[in-house]
């Protein structure tokens, strides 16, 4: 069993190693986005599925006007809506979809760096899962808390056509594989909240709001929103 873990370790390094020499010589020039079709959050996010709907309301962003200046200097479009179910609960959505991924600017700007920017406190951060029918999705939780304020927070990042975990391994090695392929993969940030004191209660809200969100979509929208669940 060592051995073999030994045997896995080696031949992921060597391929890191490979990729990161082809690197210096194969840069990435074709953006995939080109040859796929153009992404428009406003009609790819239903605004009714399942039991929520589009709150009419204007929903209010706590950011700074240097915070809205970044976001639209590093992202081509982002969506922000708060949906509301049948018995008054409330889902904040917040997506942002373009430049690459591997970035500094992007990088920056996950919503831990962002809502402490922002003056909030950020606890209790761990990596998940969301199960849903078409697959699972490797996830990010995290509370954000300033006064009164008590934000659990669940996002996920999609690179290209695959959802990746958000730190270590697996995600260097999606990265490196666009760069072998010469192409520069485009990014999407999605993220679901709510205010609550009781983050169990708001995770599982939060799952079944994502679940049914999907389950609405085409498969081509899905893999944008989700990536490829099938790989």
Request: hydrophobic share 40%; aromatic share 8%.
């Amino acid at each position: 069993m060592m051995l073999g873990t030994q045997i896995n370790y080696f031949v992921i390094g060597l391929l890191i190693i490979t990729a990161s020499v082809a690197g210096n010589f194969l840069k990435p020039t074709a953006k995939l986005a080109d040859s796929r079709p153009a992404m428009n959050l406003e009609k790819t996010i239903p605004e009714q599925f399942g039991q929520w709907h589009k709150d009419p309301v204007e929903l209010e962003m706590i950011i700074s006007p240097e915070r809205k200046e970044l976001i639209a200097n590093i992202y081509n479009q982002t969506l922000t809506r708060a949906y509301l179910d049948g018995h008054g609960a409330r889902i904040m959505l917040s997506i942002a979809y373009g430049g690459d991924p591997s970035t500094k600017e992007m990088r920056i700007h996950r919503p831990e760096t962002c809502y402490s920017a922002q003056g909030f406190q950020v606890d209790k951060q761990f990596l998940d899962t969301l199960t849903t029918k078409f697959g699972t999705i490797p996830i990010k939780r995290l509370i954000a808390v300033q006064g009164n304020r008590n934000e659990p927070i669940t996002y996920w990042v999609t690179l290209g056509d695959k959802a990746v975990v958000l730190k270590g391994l697996q995600q260097k090695l999606a990265q490196l594989r666009y760069g072998l392929t010469g192409k520069v993969p485009d990014g999407m940030l999605v993220r679901v909240s709510s205010i609550s004191r009781d983050e169990k209660v708001s995770y599982q809200m939060q799952d079944n709001f994502v679940r049914e969100m999907l389950s609405v979509m085409s498969k081509e929208d899905r893999t944008r929103i989700a990536g490829n669940f099938e790989e």
